[in-house]
């Protein structure tokens, strides 16, 4: 069969896997094929080499340009749902190359597609115990104490939520548009789970939860954040060609779909946006129950004023209630040519140019004092 077929009418059978399920696993695989397609252009990720230095089931720790003794240590967290390389776009788009540019060892978890073997794997999994053994290895690799933590997004929230179990391995702690506090503070999606999730008679499964399913969800919960902005910033991105480039890089990235583990899927869903268990104290990862204030370290935190997903409460109720009171809050003016602005705040010009400047300087501030 030549490599540019794609056939999406039968599915392959796999008992135990719902047909419906079948049908998004699927239309993920379409949608990694348009991905290939945009590679093939020149459209598609432009990453920075790295090196791979550690794996376990569910993760992957790559280590970016030549370590460097006493050089702060930063580890960047993305989000589980797609692939990492948002943080590192292109030459021009990358906070990647910026941190290593300043001087910082950096490192990123990659995390990896989920067998269905792992579909046990939870929050503790992938907070505590996939967080805990990368640091380790970057500590034993690097033979440093305390190391920078960043995260966007859901990755931002894993990182609060391991800097709340093991405030003595966080130098310090940066969020991107990270939800912490849910319940009414988590705009669209709250809404839409207690409006019930439409996708309920799919997931009665313990397999992963396909990427293409998640976008649904995302698109049903706001249509303004996932389909109209989209296309206006396509539109207003019309007129710079950078622009225009990074808004169909972010697109071709949008296209690169991981399935969620279904335990996971439930810890976020029933754990954290329905019972806001984490700024309740009622969290209880590794045998440890957690709280806001059992973070320590220096915070940062960037928010959207204007995000319909992450509202500006979901993170800065967090922020306020953390235990240390070196901390600061920047809001993410927006962009043209991001496509997302849930992404912008790591893509976007101003990003690169106001946010993030800022973020090294007062890390680099940490990392002298």
Known sequence: MPESTVYLD??????????????????????????????RINLGRQETGFEVVFSRPAVRLRVYGKSRKGSPVLLIVPAPIKRPYIWDLSPERSVVRKAVDRGFDVYLVEWT???DD??????????LLALGECIEAIRARSQSGRIFLAGHSLGGTFAGLYSACHPEHVRGLVLIEAPL??????????????????????LQSSHPV???????????????TFQHERYLDFVTSLGSRADLETHVRVERWTLDELPMPRR??????????RKDRFMRGELTIGNKRIRPRDV???????????SHIIPPASLLAFYEQVGSQDKEAMPYP??????????????GENAHRLIWPRIFDWLERLAAG
Do not use: C
């Open 210 to 224: 396909p990427g293409s399913l998640i976008n649904l969800m995302s698109l049903w919960a706001s249509p303004k």
């Open 264 to 273: 996971l899927f439930d810890d976020v869903v029933e754990q954290l946006y």
């Open 334 to 347: 927006g962009d043209t040519g991001v496509a997302l602005q849930h992404v912008g705040a790591l893509v």
């Open 118 to 127: 792992e579909g046990r794997f939870g929050l503790e999994e992938y907070a």
């Open 113 to 115: 597609e989920a067998q």
């Open 296 to 306: 320590t370290s220096p915070v940062f935190a960037v928010f959207d004023p204007n």
């Open 10 to 39: 039968t599915p392959d059978f796999r008992p135990g896997v719902p047909p419906a399920l079948r049908w998004f696993e699927a239309l993920d695989e379409m949608r990694r094929h348009a991905g290939r397609a945009l590679d």
């Open 181 to 202: 506090h849910f319940a009414e503070a988590s705009g669209a999606f709250k809404r839409m789970l207690d409006a019930g999730v439409p996708a309920q008679a799919v």
